[in-house]
C-alpha cells in the first residue's frame, strides 16, 4: 500500500499561482504513475494531470493545459502540480492519487487539500 499526503492548498486571487505537493511513503517501489485530480462542489471528480513515475510525458486536462505543470521528484518520492494563472473555476478540493499497474487505474488516494480562488 502506498500512502499520499497533500499540501499547499490555500486561497488565492484570480491570476495567481500555488503549488501543491504530494509525497508518498509506503511501497513506492510498486508506483507506475502518479496523477492529480479535483473535485469542486456539487460536481464529479475530474482527472487534472499525470505523469508516470519512471517516464518523461505529462498528460493534462485540456482544462488546465498550459497553466499547470506537473512534475517529480523520485528521490524524495514527491510529485508537484504548479498552478499558474488560477482561474475561479480551478476551485476545488485537489488529491493526488497513484496506479500501481499500467491501465488498472488508481488504486491510492490523499486526503485532498482545498484550493480556493476568488475573483
Known amino acids: 500500500q502506498v500512502q499520499l499526503v497533500e499540501s499547499g492548498g490555500g486561497l488565492v486571487q484570480a491570476g495567481g499561482s500555488l503549488r501543491l505537493s504530494c509525497a508518498a511513503s509506503g511501497r513506492t517501489f510498486n508506483i507506475y504513475a502518479m496523477g492529480w485530480f479535483r473535485q469542486a462542489p456539487g460536481k464529479e471528480r475530474e482527472f487534472v494531470a499525470a505523469i508516470s513515475w519512471t517516464g518523461r510525458t505529462p498528460y493534462y486536462a485540456d482544462s488546465v493545459k498550459g497553466r499547470f505543470t506537473i512534475s517529480r521528484d523520485n528521490a524524495k518520492n514527491t510529485v508537484n502540480l504548479q498552478m499558474n494563472s488560477l482561474k475561479s473555476e480551478d476551485t476545488a478540493v485537489y488529491y493526488c492519487?497513484?496506479?500501481?499497474?499500467?491501465?488498472?487505474?488508481?488504486?491510492?488516494w490523499g486526503q485532498g487539500t482545498q484550493v480556493t480562488v476568488s475573483s
Open positions: 492519487a497513484a496506479s500501481s499497474a499500467a491501465g488498472t487505474g488508481y488504486d491510492s
